[in-house]
């Protein structure tokens, strides 16, 4: 029987009469879809179209780099009919690698955000007859997809996680043939770090050396996870072409045609597969028992249906299992890990894999209240339009504030968004992505941002296909789309609009904030240099786009050569910065050499330094002043913080306290006499503008000028000596505090220079066993590195240190490959070509232009991914050596 699959489907009085069925066993999840039905039989067209939010469904495509995530992204735009044919990344003719040098280079540079829907409304609509029963719900009815593909490669690490943030769930990919690889384990954990249930999809099976089970057994040992295997491989013969997979949850195969565009499949229900393939149909079996034993260890209402059909776990029917699913999947203490099975390239297993997201994943309303801070307090965000979330004072001492006063606080927010991305279109301008949490982003609507503390009108709002966008009139709750021509908004910034025609919001609601993001300090820097003196305007103009867009990047300018110099996360990551920047935004610059950023620490501390700053200097008109202490900082934890007096703030790697006078009820010192602040200023924004001024003198060391880390800078103020009234402005207060933070650094080094600090980098690579002598020998005495441990990728000793569970992998399921011997089970580990994993710890000067070495060893098959572990102090003839070639380069 040949259909095409996913677009035949049910009659809507059998889906009721099916999801009655569930309401009875007091499931929420069948309740929901029963409501669902009733209103498609009332309008089926019409509820299509009307994306509600439990039928959208934000997801993002995440993986180690070359697992196949753009191509599996090509395939569900081409199965959805967003696009008629299907792009090659080899070709340069994907949707969703747009840019030049995305096209050029065959990766993912930046994430793409595009909305389509699956099934497709008109195949819903014209196969409602269809009596089924065992279809699930929810794959059922067409749902809004919000994709998001993602890169894969380490240098943007960071691309990844502002994207991350946003998502309601996720579709981790895996090479199987590779496995799970390291940056897999890494994209994965930054997943985890935001709660988001994911489901696995082993690609590349029709590969040679596809090992599928043993990169199932990997999931559990890697990923700290139990594979729930909802599909298996199918090759001919048990060992040939890989030519279909057999759906484990409704006990059927799937069987694609040779060399067809994946779109119409074979389906061979179990009692054919027991007739014709009968060791097929036998290790379906055997994977539908461990699904149902797996999933009934962790949930105990699968327990009672198991024990109502008999212990039979055949008569498990599919929605009891999908229902199972999903509650493990929304338990944030779950470890359940849906794993499914395909080819991407081939076509094959594409659409069962959207099937799962609509049935698997969550919509928005199914996940948690998203976390807001306003002001001192902290919550979720439906607290605070219903006016429940407690106004807190620092120290935890909650305000008393009137039920009717936080009621008029929440209803005054009609909308609430977060920018999470920020593109420079060529034809449309500055586009931000924006992802709506609460209400409505309206076309023309005001919109304040709580971040910059300014206000502007959405004039134009689109929903993203990639690089085409469709106008919309407003985007609601739950949805992800794209303001255009938008002037001051940055990635991390929250949006808001709210009720009234004020400039301003009311107070508390201008100082919403929804979690910020935090950058990873940068460790390579390059110079730019404008062509002529007449292009340096234009140069700067681009690369504050720039750093729009990617807020990784950091710009800074050389005091001494007055060279612009330009840092990020990677030497590719500068080169892509570097290419946008000249050709696509067609700025007339050159960028030098790619360099390393090294830091600088303090040898000793120093003495106390006073700054007094009168009238105009340093760019600051006013009076103003502070006494600056610095010294050496180990980071330690430090005494009480809470202070009313006392303001920390922690930073790449420094601390720094500012300390001033406890204040009486009239905001007056208690300990000075005749002195009080300024007007103009209150005492927070006094400590504000110390911590800035001193963030500024950090950013450029005394002896080398590089950052300065490892530093503790104490900031005094005495408001009779350094305080001048309506004289003292903040930009004043801001430039004493860098000048004499400037001046502690320089009595500090007087005798003795600045330490020199380089990056050291966390170091996995991947390489076949034969290799690994050589890998070891290279890095332990070549590079000067440190081996953490060797591994077949299935220890993790240090699981109990982190809190990650430990996964007892002979107990997992996984089918046989191919080339295995025996019968199927738990414990299989004999695999081909066996990859290991080297866990090191090497200076990054040693790590520059590794991969080319890395592959000339390994014969092209070798891998690796890194990140900064932390920044260690150079010694002995290595720091002679260092400084030599760092001076001998500033010559």
């Known amino acids: 029987m040949v259909m095409i699959y996913g677009w035949a489907r049910h009659s809507t009085l059998n889906f009721i009469h099916f999801s009655r069925t569930f309401c009875r066993r007091s499931s929420p999840l069948p309740k929901r879809s029963f409501s669902i039905c009733t209103t498609l039989r009332n309008n089926s067209q019409s509820v299509t179209h009307d994306h509600h939010d439990h039928r959208t469904r934000n997801i993002g495509i995440i993986a180690h780099i070359d697992a196949g995530k753009t191509t599996t992204t090509e395939r569900m735009l081409y199965y959805s009919g967003h696009t008629r044919r299907i792009g090659d990344v080899d070709e340069g003719s994907t949707v969703t690698d747009f840019l030049p040098a995305e096209r050029a280079r065959g990766i993912t540079i930046q994430s793409a955000a595009i909305t389509f829907e699956w099934p497709p409304v008109d195949a819903c609509a014209s196969h409602s007859g269809d009596t089924d029963h065992h279809r699930q719900p929810r794959s059922r009815f067409s749902h809004n997809v919000n994709l998001i593909d993602t890169p894969g490669h380490a240098d943007f690490t960071f691309e990844v996680r502002r994207s991350l943030r946003i998502l309601d769930g996720a579709v981790c990919i895996l090479d199987g043939v590779a496995g799970v690889e390291a940056q897999t384990e890494q994209v994965w954990t930054q997943a985890g770090d935001w709660k988001i249930p994911r489901i696995a999809f082993v690609n590349k099976l029709d590969r040679d050396g596809a090992a599928f089970g043993r990169t199932v057994r990997e999931i559990g040992s890697r990923l700290a996870g139990w594979p729930a295997l909802c599909q298996i491989p199918w090759f001919e013969g048990g060992k040939g072409r890989f030519t279909g997979i057999c759906d484990v949850i409704n006990l059927e195969g799937l069987l694609y045609p040779h060399g067809g565009d994946g779109k119409k499949i074979e389906r061979v229900p179990l009692s054919r597969l027991d007739k014709e393939y009968p060791e097929m149909g036998a290790e379906l079996k055997r994977a539908r028992a461990a699904l149902v034993e797996l999933l009934s260890e962790h949930d105990e209402e699968l327990v009672e249906a198991f024990f109502e059909m008999e212990e039979d776990h055949l008569a498990i029917t599919p929605a009891q299992i999908l229902d199972s699913l999903r509650r493990n999947l929304l338990s944030n203490e779950s470890t359940i890990i849906p794993v499914f099975a395909g080819a991407s390239f081939r076509n094959i297993g594409v659409q069962p894999l959207l099937d799962a997201v609509n049935n698997l994943l969550p919509s928005p309303k199914e996940r948690p209240d998203p976390e807001v801070s306003l002001g001192a307090a902290r919550g979720g965000l439906s607290q605070l339009i219903k006016g429940e979330l407690a106004m807190e004072e620092a120290g935890n001492t909650k305000k008393r504030q009137s039920q009717s006063s936080l009621m008029a606080i929440g209803n005054a927010l009609e909308g609430c968004a977060l920018a999470f991305k920020v593109v420079n279109d060529a034809r449309k301008g500055v586009l931000v992505y924006i992802r709506v949490y609460s209400g409505s982003i309206d076309r023309n609507a005001l919109l304040y941002n709580t971040n910059l503390q300014n206000s502007e009108r959405a004039t134009i709002l689109y929903r993203m296909y990639a690089s085409e966008a469709l106008p919309v009139q407003s985007l609601k709750a739950g949805e992800i789309g794209v303001i255009a021509g938008s002037k001051f908004a940055r990635t991390g910034d929250t949006l808001i609009s709210y009720a009234g025609n004020k400039a301003t919001p009311p107070a508390p609601l201008n100082q919403l904030q929804l979690r910020p993001i935090h950058v990873p300090p940068p460790v390579f820097f390059a110079a730019l240099e404008p062509n002529s003196l007449r292009e340096e305007k234009e140069m700067h103009e681009k690369l504050a786009l720039l750093l729009r867009e990617d807020p990784s990047l950091q710009v800074s300018q050389d005091e001494d050569t007055g060279q612009t110099l330009i840092s990020g996360m990677g030497e590719l990551h500068l080169e892509i910065a570097y290419d946008r920047l000249v050709h696509d935004m067609k700025a007339k610059a050159r960028m030098g050499k790619i360099a390393i950023g090294y830091r600088e620490s303090l040898p000793h501390a120093s003495k106390s330094v006073t700054k007094m700053l009168e009238g105009d200097r340093a760019g600051a008109k006013g009076r103003g002043g502070c006494e600056v202490v610095v010294e050496p900082w180990s980071s330690a934890p430090e005494v009480d913080s809470e202070m009313e ?85 903040y930009a004043s207060l801001t430039s004493a505090a860098r000048l004499a933070t400037i001046a502690a650094f320089r009595e500090a080094t007087k005798d003795t220079p600045s330490f020199l600090m380089e990056p050291v980098m966390n170091v996995d690579i991947s390489v076949d066993e034969s290799s690994m002598g050589a890998i070891i020998q290279d890095i332990s005495s070549s590079r000067g590195g440190q081996i953490l441990s060797l591994g077949d990728n299935e220890e993790h000793e240090a699981s109990s240190d982190t809190g990650r569970k430990v996964i007892d992998v002979s107990k997992i399921y996984a089918p046989k490959d191919p080339f295995e011997s025996g019968s199927s089970g738990a414990g299989q580990q004999t695999q081909v070509n066996p990859q290991r994993t080297v866990k090191a710890r090497v200076p990054l000067k040693e790590m520059v232009g590794y991969l080319k070495h890395l592959r000339s060893m390994t014969g092209g098959r070798g891998t690796f991914v890194m990140n900064v572990d932390r920044f260690e102090k150079v010694c002995g003839q290595r720091e002679k050596m260092l400084i030599t070639e760092l001076r001998g380069e500033s010559m």
């Open 645 to 729: 007096s006392r303001m920390t703030h922690e930073q790449d790697g420094n601390l720094i306290v500012v300390e001033a006078p406890s204040l009486d009820k009239r905001g007056r010192p208690l300990d000075a006499d005749n002195a009080s602040l300024p007007t103009n200023l209150t005492l927070p924004e006094i400590q504000t503008a110390y911590v800035n001024g001193v963030l500024a003198a950090l950013s450029r060391g005394p002896s080398y000028s590089f950052p300065v880390r490892n530093t503790k800078v104490t900031v005094t103020l005495r408001p009779e000596a350094h305080l001048f009234g309506g004289e003292t402005t």
